[in-house]
């Protein structure tokens, strides 16, 4: 049972675009910047957005990241088959002093 | 180029223990925090561990505490995750990952270690 939760799977057609829920609680997302993480199979985890909403250098622009409460959000554009990976929304615990993670959510491009 | 190299990961019967090793480069790795995570086979991430730049804030999962022990060596730039009375369920791909501010931007290609009952 993961602290910050996603849901399992989100699908869409090639071109559309689709968004990736990730819900938590006042000790984590409510105080602390959020971070999405991509991951293929086989491969490590890769920096996708970090402070809620900023892209590290080299991420396109068709990702984008939003938080709300205790809430956040990643939204994909233009989707490509490329994009099907494995997502995560990760944070800071202050009450675990820990780091967390959502239980990842499997995008499939149609 | 960061680059984070695990090693030190295989196959150890439950109840033993295990070292894992990442090496740092392409960065002043003092000056930053590292953190251990981990990913079981077919499941998501799990944090293991972290460390403040010079050792003095050390963090653990409950899963974990009492049982690892992570160190860093800023001469040999080094991250080290001392694993003792392993188990089952400590199997998993270990990641180490390089922390700044509230993120992990980099991460190692991992090291499997796998604990057999």
Not at chain 2, 50 to 69: E, H, K, L, M
Request: hydrophobic content about 30%.
């Amino acid at each position: 049972q993961s602290v910050l939760t996603q849901p399992p799977s989100v699908s869409a057609a090639p071109g559309q675009k689709v968004t990736i829920s990730c819900s938590g609680s006042s000790s984590n997302i409510g105080t602390k910047y959020v971070s999405w993480y991509q991951q293929f199979p086989g491969t490590a985890p890769k920096l996708l957005i970090y402070d809620n909403n900023k892209r590290p250098s080299g991420i396109p622009d068709r990702f984008s990241g939003s938080k709300s409460g205790t809430s956040a959000t990643l939204g994909i554009t233009g989707l490509q088959t490329g994009d099907e990976a494995d997502y995560y929304c990760g944070t800071w615990d202050n009450s675990l002093s820990g780091w967390v993670f959502g239980g990842g959510t499997k995008l499939t491009v149609l | 180029e960061v680059q984070l190299v695990e090693s030190g990961g295989g196959l150890v019967k439950s109840g033993g223990s295990l070292r894992l090793s990442c090496a740092a480069s392409g960065f002043t790795f003092s000056s930053y925090s590292m953190n251990w995570v981990r990913q079981a086979p077919g499941k998501g991430l799990e944090w293991v561990s972290s460390i403040s730049t010079v050792g003095n804030y050390i963090y653990y999962a409950d899963s974990v505490r009492g049982r690892f022990t992570i160190s860093r060596d800023n001469v040999k730039n080094s991250l080290h995750l001392q694993m003792n009375s392993l188990r089952a369920e400590d199997t998993a791909v270990y990641y180490c990952a390089r922390g700044f501010g509230q993120i992990l931007d980099y991460w190692g290609q991992g090291a499997l270690v796998t604990v057999s009952s």
